[in-house]
């Protein structure tokens, strides 16, 4: 969908790591990685070209995850495989033709552990209530309006927050769109406006998580005086802010796991083989698992 977003990067870089071991003497991969600038008229141009050019199997992440409709009718004319990933379209969509399929995560668990490894916490450090009003003043900052990771993740992580006892004050929402400069520029507003006030920044992902750190930072605010902040993904800049104490927690999106099975059915869809063993779900979605991040386990996935 575009070329700027780091984790998407860092996952395409392992799908083409994979891709290359499974090669064999009688099987070269080529893998073209093309941007639809975050355009889906564009993305569905690219699309057609890279049918034309002769490619075998599409693994695309759409622009808009509504709008799959002239990829999928390329494609099928050309009997071209499309295996979706990242953003998910609906299963109407999917249903379309078999040879469909979806490689991703359930954004409402990442949402759900998120809330989980910030309301822990927050019960074990009753500093985090700074003001000592009984009440956690938080700002939320969200991905992009209408990706369905975005919209759970929300969700999920503010609702578990409450069901798990801990009393939360909304203090602002914010679109930063996934990315890292604009979540630090909307928190150095927020900064200006609430001072202090801030207890704890919920980021739908760790890039904007990352722009919160920059923002405290940039006002010279120090370490006790900030608020507790969490992500989601496990990029190597945010497992290190948790290592530091920067960031208190993220949720790792296994991007090693989605590269691997969008890499397996690539070449079996390509051979034509059996993917009975892959287990995916309805013959069309394969999920991956989050796994929360602290700093009490932080190390085991610097390592990785
Ligand atoms: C990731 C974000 C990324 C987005 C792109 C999400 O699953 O958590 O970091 O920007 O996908 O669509
Ligand atoms: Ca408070």
Redesign the pocket.
């Known amino acids: ?2 070329a700027d ?4 990067n860092a996952m395409i870089e392992k799908v083409k790591s994979q891709l290359k071991t499974m090669e064999t003497t009688d099987m070269n991969v080529i893998v073209s990685v093309r941007s639809g600038d975050n355009d889906q008229r564009e993305q569905d141009e690219i699309v057609d070209e890279m049918i034309d050019a002769g490619c075998d199997v599409l693994c695309v ?1 759409l622009v808009d995850r509504t709008a799959p409709a002239n990829i999928i009718k390329s494609a099928r004319q050309s009997d071209i495989p499309v295996i979706f990933f ?2 998910e379209p609906v299963r109407d969509d999917l249903m379309q033709w078999e040879k469909l399929y979806y490689v ?2 359930d ?1 409402k668990e ?1 949402g759900d552990m998120q809330g989980e490894i910030a309301a822990n916490y927050i019960k074990k450090h009753s500093e985090v209530d700074r003001n000592g009003d009984g009440k956690i003043q938080y700002v939320l900052l969200e ?2 309006a209408g ?1 369905q ?2 919209i759970s ?1 929300t969700d999920c992580s503010v609702k578990t927050i409450m069901d798990k006892g801990v009393d939360l004050e909304k203090l602002s929402y914010q679109f930063a ?3 890292r400069a604009q979540a630090e520029n909307r928190v150095s507003q927020l900064i200006d406006q609430y001072g202090s006030e801030i207890e704890l920044i919920l980021s ?5 998580a990352l722009g919160a750190v920059e923002a405290y930072k940039n006002a010279s605010y120090r370490q006790t005086e900030r608020p507790i902040i969490f992500g ?2 496990g ?1 190597t800049d945010a497992l290190e802010a948790v290592e530091h104490g920067t960031m208190q927690g993220t949720v790792y ?1 296994d991007k090693e796991d989605q590269a691997r099975m969008i890499a397996l059915l690539t070449v079996a869809l390509f051979q034509g083989s059996d993917i009975e063993g892959y287990g995916l779900e309805d013959d069309i979605y394969y999920m991956s698992q989050y796994r929360k991040v602290d700093a009490d386990n932080v190390d085991t996935f610097l390592g990785k």
């Open positions: 969908y575009t977003d780091p984790f998407i992440n990242n953003r991703g995560c954004a990442s991905g992009e990706h990771d975005a993740r769109d996934w990315n739908n992902n760790d890039e904007m989601i993904d990029l999106n």
